[in-house]
């Protein structure tokens, strides 16, 4: 007799729990995104445009690396939060980086996770409705410290949640650059190993 999984519960590994149709989802945006770099290629490639394919091949490249660096961490909650918060926040781009040397912070995976959803929850209340707002998240060392810096550019509408976000004991700096044409850039760095 064959046993059943449950239904809706793909696998538990760590705390982190997906259900199939989640899975589906990440796995179909994962897709998606993968085919239209391939799609881009093959559009450059019969146009003849040699350089532009040498430097989408180098992108995906450089992508693929970083999903790997960022998967060794062996912080599953926040990979997959990572991997799918293009998806999720959808006035939010992220591209993101892994240092290569990176300390053990995998015991900390859920509260980096909770940790990056109450910072971007924040940001979210300072978005204005028709701005994407395009980032960067670079997981690395600071002072033998393990952070996360998150750097938003956008149109940014009132401080005074990010103000209070930076009273958060796993905030390590919050910091706000004007920049032209009215947008700004704010860049939070959370600590990792709180």
Not at 111 to 128: C, G, K
Not at 139 to 149: C, G, L, N
Not at 171 to 178: A, G, N, P, T
Request: net charge negative; hydrophobic share 35%.
């Amino acid at each position: 007799m064959k046993k059943e999984l449950p239904s809706q519960l793909l696998f538990r590994k760590g705390g982190i729990q997906l259900e199939y149709h989640e899975v589906m989802t990440l796995l179909g945006f994962t897709r998606h995104e993968w085919m239209n770099r391939l799609q881009l290629l093959h559009s450059y490639s019969k146009l003849g445009k040699d350089e532009k394919v040498q430097e989408k091949i180098e992108e995906a490249i450089h992508l693929a690396d970083e999903e790997r660096k960022l998967s060794n961490l062996n912080i599953p909650e926040t990979f997959v939060w990572i991997l799918s918060f293009n998806w999720t926040y959808s006035q939010f781009r992220i591209t993101f980086q892994v240092e290569e040397s990176m300390p053990k912070i995998w015991e900390y995976d859920k509260r980096i996770r909770e940790n990056l959803e109450a910072v971007v929850d924040a940001l979210s209340e300072s978005a204005q409705e028709m701005e994407l707002y395009e980032g960067l998240l670079h997981v690395k060392t600071r002072e033998e410290e393990p952070v996360i810096e998150m750097s938003f550019v956008g149109t940014f509408t009132g401080w005074d949640n990010l103000q209070q976000i930076g009273q958060k004991d796993y905030v390590r700096e919050v910091k706000i650059e004007s920049l032209p044409e009215k947008k700004s850039r704010c860049t939070i760095v959370l600590a990792c190993n709180i």
